[in-house]
């Protein structure tokens, strides 16, 4: 059985979502903090052989402290952050463990997935070694000016809303740091990837895996939780958690 690594990146400032005190990752979506919701999806499964958190040394003592009791039964490589997201995942990268295979790179703020999800993802990468879920657009794509006057309409075929995991193999993603000279320009995993000549498959992505970036997709995400699918029973249980999305 391939394994894999996760790295989950929280390190970020949450500067688009405003009214909370915590930053989003920290923040309790239905009672449960959002960086739980999204760790616990990794934790249960077999071929995932280190999960990784990414936060921001600033946030690290407090961190521990406000969440002693969920460490105590997640077994979680915490990791410092850096000033941005590259270098966040290059911190988590530098300490994978050698018996993974892949590495998969998650927003800390996703938290709505399901083991499908992350079945079809994993099974990708296996055959394509970088991989990464895509929504196809379906609305009309409009290129504007910094007045908001519309400049272009844009053709829209071929275009997809990239999400994550993005997953690839070990060696590829470390060859895509390696050489990578501007960390703080690259937005995803992915760019990086092709950047250093290597092809990057697209599978589809799936719309409840939503993003937390402004208040209003925490709104929607509330919404979300209680349409996830599930299944199983007491044994899908986390001590300190609701059931597993399935």
């Known amino acids: 059985m391939a394994k894999f690594a996760v790295i989950l990146p929280a390190a970020g400032n949450s500067s688009r979502m405003t009214g909370f005190q915590k930053k989003k990752p920290f923040v309790e979506l239905k009672g449960r903090p959002v960086w739980v919701r999204t760790v616990e999806h990794f934790l249960s499964r077999e071929d995932v052989c280190q999960t990784i958190l990414v936060i921001s040394p600033d946030d690290m003592a ?61 099974a990708a990468a296996q055959t394509h070694n970088a991989v990464i879920p895509g929504l196809r657009i379906s609305s009309t794509v409009k290129r504007i000016n910094s007045s908001g006057l519309i400049t272009e309409t844009v053709d829209r075929t071929g275009l997809v809303q990239a999400q994550t995991p993005q997953v690839f193999e070990r060696s590829v993603l470390e060859k895509a740091f390696a ?28 719309p409840m895996n939503i993003k937390l970036t402004t208040n209003e997709d925490f709104k929607l995400a509330e919404l979300y939780v209680n349409a996830m699918p599930k299944t199983g029973g007491l044994g899908n249980l986390h001590p300190f958690g609701d059931e597993l999305f399935r």
């Not at 690259?186 to 799936?206: K, L, N, Q, Y």
Request: glycine content about 6%; charged content about 25%.
């Open 179 to 206: 050489i990578c000279r501007k960390l703080a320009d690259a937005t995803d995993e992915a760019s990086m990837v092709e950047s250093a000549g290597h092809p990057v498959h697209v599978i589809d992505g799936w």
């Open 62 to 122: 407090w961190f521990r402290e406000t969440f002693r009791p969920n460490l105590a039964f997640m077994d979680i490589t915490l990791v410092a952050g850096g000033s941005c997201r590259a270098e966040s995942v290059k911190n988590g990268l530098q300490v994978v463990q050698p018996e993974a295979d892949y590495v998969a790179v998650h927003d800390a703020a996703r938290p709505l997935l399901t083991s499908k999800w992350i079945d079809e993802i994993f």
